[in-house]
């Protein structure tokens, strides 16, 4: 059973989605929740702090698959491809987060939110370089900045997935995922390096 602030996040998404930041008003979030005016203002001080509140628990889902779907058992070359993946299935399964986070999303938030941002992509970073820092090591890895590698791997991919989201393309995203991964690996994956961690094909 969701609680009265999980459902006021859950209505101020449907209606970011729908109207857009600017569009939508905290009437129209409280009557999608079935919540009253005082049951909103307890937990949001405004429509902008439920928007920064609820971009921050995006990012944090978002980050979590991306995480996740690497380890040390990864090589480089597959480790490329379950990163690609996860950006992709994550963006798909969850669309109008997706949307939410890399269409609606603002900067203007307030230093709050950019702060906890900043801190939840140190995480990201810190996840992913957990994984890169041994084949980079061994020279699996072509030597590169942790943002650039980051952009070499999702950056094309996002392409795709912003025309998805703006629905200037209606095709899903995951139909190029074959060539964005082999893009990718000859990018950032040194040439003869093992299929998998550990030097072991």
């Known amino acids: 059973m969701t609680t009265a602030r999980e459902d006021l996040l859950a209505a101020g998404l449907a209606v970011f989605d729908r109207d857009g930041f600017e569009g ?39 980050h979590a698959a991306i995480i996740t779907s690497v380890d040390a058992r990864c090589g480089a070359a597959e480790g490329v491809a379950r990163l690609i993946h996860a950006h992709l299935d994550w963006v798909v399964t969850f669309r109008r987060e ?15 939110v950019r702060g906890a941002q ?13 994984w890169r820092a041994p084949l980079l090591a061994r ?49 950032v994956v040194a040439p003869g390096a093992p299929e998998r961690a550990g030097g072991t094909s």
């Open 118 to 130: 900043r801190t939840e992509n140190s995480r990201l970073a810190d996840g992913i370089e957990r």
């Open 24 to 62: 939508a008003t905290v009437a129209e979030i409280r009557s999608r929740a079935r919540a009253s005016n005082g049951s909103f203002f307890h937990f949001f001080a405004s429509k902008k702090q439920l928007a920064g509140t609820l971009f921050l628990e995006i990012l944090q889902a978002y």
């Open 139 to 187: 020279g699996e890895l072509l030597p590169m900045s942790a943002t650039l590698f980051f952009s070499q791997i999702i950056g094309p991919a996002q392409i795709f997935c912003r025309a998805y989201l703006s629905g200037r393309h209606q095709s899903d995203p995951r139909e190029q995922v074959e060539t964005l991964i082999a893009c990718a690996i000859r990018a």
């Open 98 to 112: 997706a949307r939410f986070l890399f269409e609606i999303s603002r900067n203007e938030w307030g230093e709050e």
